[in-house]
RNA sequence: GCCGGGGUGGCCGAGCGGACAAGGCGCAGGCCUGGAGAGCCUGUUCUCCGAAAGGGGAGCGUGAGUUCAAAUCUCACCCCCGGCGCCA
């Protein structure tokens, strides 16, 4: 949620967001006149209120000495009567302000690059040596801006899919019948995989100074509504019937609402926190994307990184947040790139946003893994989250990153270490996974 | 799920129909001091009007109700503690 303040004093910043975003921006001034109405009849109601708080204090002190007050009773009556009307359009026109004001993005940061859709996002950074099949070399050079060591493949590798189900590493069919479509078994060396995956994570995160956290895997709506927007509610989260609660999507939604009305302590800060969870998506509106295998699932596994800091330091978190990811990407060996995502591709909660991309050799293309968000107030005002300040009290900024999700890593690894004979495993992986080769049998 | 006990400000805690939610702790500012401490004063949630000084309104787990008046009474719901039951 953004400031009414900022909406009253620079309307126009709230506008050029908007319109960065491709988003409406006569929003602002639905959301000014509401604001003004509401005051407006939010001023004759405490008027009304003052005038019946002086007569009950008359009544009070009449009793005391005895006196006869059924005239005064009957015109307090007369007053809760105006009171009780005016009161109903007050709130009405409160909510109305709000519900607006609740649909308002972010204010979009400065470095965020303007463009339209997801082909504007502008890549800004490359590592790794990748692996290119001849015929995907075009899209490769052009995807990585010519920045990127690279080695020819005569030959396609063999996608994630088929590996997986040839060697029954996961059973997407059977889930399928059970489940439904996205949703898999993880079989064999891949359940272990996946736990070496998080184990390598959260250790480094630990040493990093994280505290880790397994959190609800469910929120009651205030929570989810306070880490999420109206969006991700249609499209991400799951409801359970009968039961005011929501499957998280991420742990960051529950790390967010940890410290709900809540007033934090300056020395506190910045928290560190990390998160690991399965998460539960929709992913309506994807229908046909990444239809086969487990790229794109209704269920997977994560370790998210979350900080709670101080306003003034939350870009350089946000850059330490991508380092983090970054490092560990590294470690696994696995080529990326890093992407600042424009302005029309980014999500209502996020103020800047950067995603890491690794070069998936079977596919040919770069595919997101990693997304980096600096939400800076949106969520704690949502929230109620503040810290209390020598000044007053202030929302801290939040931030969040993805460390490894399990899923999508597993099938970089399927894609970029495969031989004829199986995988190879990551170096950091292999003293949680015991091994270095996933042998095809 | 059943039977008790409880939920008050940043924290502790009194109030259990009537005048500003007592008191304490913590924190911030001021006075005092050579400096600190002690002591004294003010402030410590949200919100509206106001340039400010200042003034108003709301707020006692949540929501409804009774009353001129509700932290206080009634009802429903949520959460915490104890006991019983069930249970991986």
Redesign the pocket.
């Known amino acids: 949620m953004i400031d ?1 303040n900022l909406i009253r004093n620079s309307p126009e910043i709230v506008r050029e967001s908007q319109r960065k975003r491709n988003q409406d921006e006569k929003i602002v001034d639905r959301v000014l006149e509401m604001d003004r109405l509401w ?1 407006e009849n ?2 004759t ?3 009304l ?2 005038l ?6 008359e ?3 009449k ?2 000495n005895g006196e006869e ?1 059924s005239s ?2 009957d015109e ?2 007369k007053i ?1 009567e105006d009171i009780e009307k005016i009161e109903k359009i007050v709130e009405d026109l409160k909510n109305q302000r709000d519900r607006l004001i609740w649909n308002i993005p972010n204010i979009l940061d400065d470095d965020v690059p303007y463009g339209k859709d997801e082909n504007d996002n502008v890549p800004i950074k490359f590592w790794g040596r990748a692996k290119v099949y001849t015929e995907d070399l075009e899209t490769f050079k052009k995807d990585s801006r010519n920045s990127m060591e690279y080695e020819i493949l005569n030959e396609r590798p063999v996608s994630h899919y088929d590996i997986i189900e040839k060697y029954d590493l996961a059973d997407t069919m059977r889930a399928g019948r059970v489940s439904g479509s996205r949703f898999y078994f993880l079989k064999r060396d891949l359940v272990k995989l996946e736990l070496s995956l998080e184990m390598f994570a959260l250790n480094s995160l630990i040493d990093k100074g994280f505290v880790i956290f397994e959190p609800p895997f469910m929120l009651n709506r205030r929570a989810m509504e306070g880490a999420t927007d109206l969006s991700a509610f249609e499209d991400t989260i799951y409801k359970i019937e009968n039961d005011d609660l929501y499957l998280i999507a991420t742990s960051e939604h529950a790390l967010a609402s940890y410290h709900m009305d809540e ?1 934090l302590e300056e020395k506190d800060l910045p928290k560190l926190y990390a998160g690991i969870s399965p998460c539960f998506r929709r992913e309506a509106g994807s229908h046909g994307k990444d239809t086969k295998g487990i790229f794109r699932v209704h269920q997977f596994n994560k370790i998210e990184q979350f900080v709670y800091c101080h306003p003034e330091e939350s870009k350089k978190f946000h850059e330490f947040l991508l380092k983090n990811a970054e490092e560990f990407y590294q470690k696994l060996n696995l080529p990326y790139r890093v992407i600042n995502i424009c302005s029309g591709d980014l999500g209502n909660v996020a103020s800047k946003k950067y995603d890491i991309e690794v070069w998936m050799p079977a596919q040919g293309k770069f595919r997101e893994v990693v997304s980096a968000s600096n939400v800076k107030e949106y969520q704690s005002r949502r929230l109620n989250i ?1 810290v ?1 300040g ?1 000044n ?2 202030y929302f801290p900024h939040t931030l969040n990153s993805t460390a490894i999700a399990t899923t999508r890593t597993l099938v970089a690894i399927i894609e970029n270490f495969q031989t004829k004979e199986g995988i190879y495993v990551p170096e950091a992986l292999q003293k949680y996974f015991e091994k270095d080769f996933i042998r095809f049998s």
């Open positions: 009414i005051r939010l001023q109601l405490e008027k209120r003052n019946k708080n002086r007569k009950v204090g009544i009070t002190v009793i005391r007050v005064l009773k307090v009556n809760n007033i503040r209390r020598k007053g009290n």
